[in-house]
Antibody, heavy 122, light 111 residues
Framework: EVQLLESGGGLVQPGGSLRLSCAAS????????VGWIRQAPGKGPEWVSS????????YHADSVKGRFTISRDNSKNTLYLQMNSLRAEDTAVYYC???????????????WGQGTLVTVSS | QSALTQPASVSGSPGQSVTISCAGT?????????VSWYRQHPGKAPKLMIY???NRPSGVSNRFSGSKSGNTASLTISGLQAEDEADYYC???????????FGGGTKLTVL
């Protein structure tokens, strides 16, 4: 059974940093691209970042480019999202999600974790 | 990349069929046969219901079907059941290095 378990969310002040983690199990983690998708309260999902199966190709949304960095450790079956210079508009539930291919440009996400809430507020 | 456009809400009675639309552009929905649909119950993670316009993942009921015409995709749910009451989101491939765009969501109410 595919499982994705996010952690690392919380309350942070504007300009602060957080590092999200996602522990994956139930599939061969190193064979699939994975990504982060966020959902602000009452809004639709917003794709944030994705990374290739090998970890050598990251993609980031324009809204987070230069502030967020996606990475993965295939030896630990873990996905990360380093978030710096956080803004109020980054407040959302952040989901870790799995694709069905190796490319970070995959068109859909087949499994989603339960999410971790990030709140940016003073 | 702008979000895809969905109706805010739809409703239907048990046993009926409903269709949810998802309007994009010639750069996303209209350009690729890579539209997906997700169901989200309150407080839960989204679940993939349809991928590549009309394909169902293993375990998803055949009451769910997808289609596309031009720049608009549709999700049809037949034989409505109480458990279908949820928010539904569409997604589309964009062909850019921001590869996926989602819709704003449609709340389905089963009367």
């Amino acid at each position: 059974e595919v499982q994705l378990l996010e952690s690392g969310g919380g309350l942070v002040q504007p300009g602060g940093s957080l590092r999200l983690s996602c522990a994956a199990s139930g599939f061969t983690f190193s064979s699939y691209a994975v990504g982060w998708i966020r959902q602000a309260p009452g809004k639709g999902p917003e794709w944030v970042s994705s990374i290739s199966a090998s970890g050598d190709t990251p993609y980031h949304a324009d809204s987070v480019k230069g502030r967020f960095t996606i990475s993965r450790d295939n030896s630990k079956n873990t996905l990360y999202l380093q978030m710096n210079s956080l803004r109020a508009e980054d407040t959302a539930v952040y989901y870790c999600a799995k694709t069905e291919g190796a490319s970070p440009a995959w068109s859909y996400y087949s499994y989603w974790g339960q999410g971790t809430l990030v709140t940016v507020s003073s | 990349q702008s979000a895809l456009t969905q109706p805010a809400s739809v409703s239907g009675s048990p046993g009926q069929s409903v269709t949810i639309s998802c309007a994009g552009t010639s750069s996303d929905v209209g350009a690729y046969n890579f539209v997906s649909w997700y169901r989200q119950h309150p407080g839960k993670a989204p679940k993939l219901m349809i991928y590549d316009v009309s394909n169902r993942p293993s375990g998803v009921s055949n009451r769910f079907s997808g289609s596309k015409s031009g720049n608009t995709a549709s999700l049809t749910i037949s034989g409505l059941q109480a458990e279908d009451e949820a928010d539904y989101y569409c997604g589309s491939y964009t062909g850019t290095d921001s590869p996926v765009v989602f819709g704003g969501g449609t709340k389905l109410t089963v009367l």
